[in-house]
T-cell receptor
C-alpha cells in the first residue's frame, strides 16, 4: 500500500525564521510528488517535483526531491504570518482506470508567531 | 479559465438525515473528478473518483455514495449520516490524470457537521 509520511506534524516558529518541512514516501512506480498549502479552506497547489536534485522555487518557498532517499523537503525562508497553514505532500498513484489519484500525507501544521 | 464550485459551503445535519453535496466544474470538458474528506486533525482521504459520466470508483467502504450525472457535475450523497461523517469535503478536478504537467485543483470545500 502506498504511504506518504510528513514531519513534523506541527511546527511553531517566529516571524523571520526559516523552516524545513519533510515528506517521505513509499509508492510503486513513482513519477512525481506534489506540495500543497491549505489555509482555511481548500488546498492550493505549490510545486510538482519529478526530477531528483532539481530545486523548484517560488518566492520564499523552495522544494527539492531526493529519489534515492524517497523524500522531499519544502523550505520557507523569512517566514511571515501569512505562511501559517497546513502544508500537504501528495504522491500520485495509478488507479484501475489507468488515471492517477493522489495519496496525501497528514500534513504539517505551521504556525508563525508575529 | 477553469473554475470549480461546491455547495453548500457549510452544512449542519442531524444523525440519520440524508446528504447531498454538489460539485461543478466550468471551463473544461471530460475532467477527472474527485471527492476527498478531511477529518479534524487528519490528512486528506480520497473517497471517490470519476473518469467520466456514470463511471465512479470508490476508495473507502462507507455509507457515502457518489454520482456523476453530467460531464462536469459530481455529487456526494448519503442516505443516513453518521457522526463520523463530519468533516471538510473537498471536490477536485484534473484534466488528464496526473502527468508531469498536470495536477489536481480543489474546490472551496463544504464543512459538514453531523450532530
Amino acid at each position: 500500500e502506498d504511504k506518504v509520511v510528513q514531519s513534523p506534524l506541527s511546527l511553531v516558529v517566529h516571524e523571520g525564521d526559516t523552516v524545513t518541512l519533510n515528506c517521505s514516501y513509499e509508492v510503486t512506480n513513482f513519477r512525481s510528488l506534489l506540495w500543497y498549502k491549505q489555509e482555511k479552506k481548500a488546498p492550493t497547489f505549490l510545486f510538482m517535483l519529478t526530477s531528483s536534485g532539481i530545486e523548484k522555487k517560488s518566492g520564499r518557498l523552495s522544494s527539492i526531491l531526493d529519489k534515492k532517499e524517497l523524500s522531499s523537503i519544502l523550505n520557507i525562508t523569512a517566514t511571515q504570518t501569512g505562511d501559517s497553514a497546513i502544508y500537504l505532500c501528495a504522491v500520485p498513484r495509478r488507479s484501475n482506470f489507468g488515471n492517477e489519484k493522489l495519496t496525501f500525507g497528514t500534513g504539517t501544521r505551521l504556525t508563525i508567531i508575529p | 479559465s477553469q473554475t470549480i464550485h461546491q455547495w453548500p459551503a457549510t452544512l449542519v445535519q442531524p444523525v440519520g438525515s440524508p446528504l447531498s453535496l454538489e460539485c461543478t466544474v466550468e471551463g473544461t470538458s471530460n475532467p477527472n473528478l474527485y471527492w476527498y474528506r478531511q477529518a479534524a486533525g487528519r490528512g486528506l482521504q480520497l473517497l471517490f473518483y470519476s473518469v467520466g459520466i456514470g463511471q465512479i470508483s470508490s476508495e473507502v467502504p462507507q455509507n457515502l455514495s457518489a454520482s456523476r450525472p453530467q460531464d462536469r457535475q459530481f455529487i456526494l450523497s448519503s442516505k443516513k449520516l453518521l457522526l463520523s461523517d463530519s468533516g471538510f469535503y473537498l471536490c477536485a478536478w484534473s484534466q488528464f490524470g496526473l502527468t508531469s504537467t498536470d495536477t489536481q485543483y480543489f474546490g472551496p470545500g463544504t464543512r459538514l457537521t453531523v450532530l
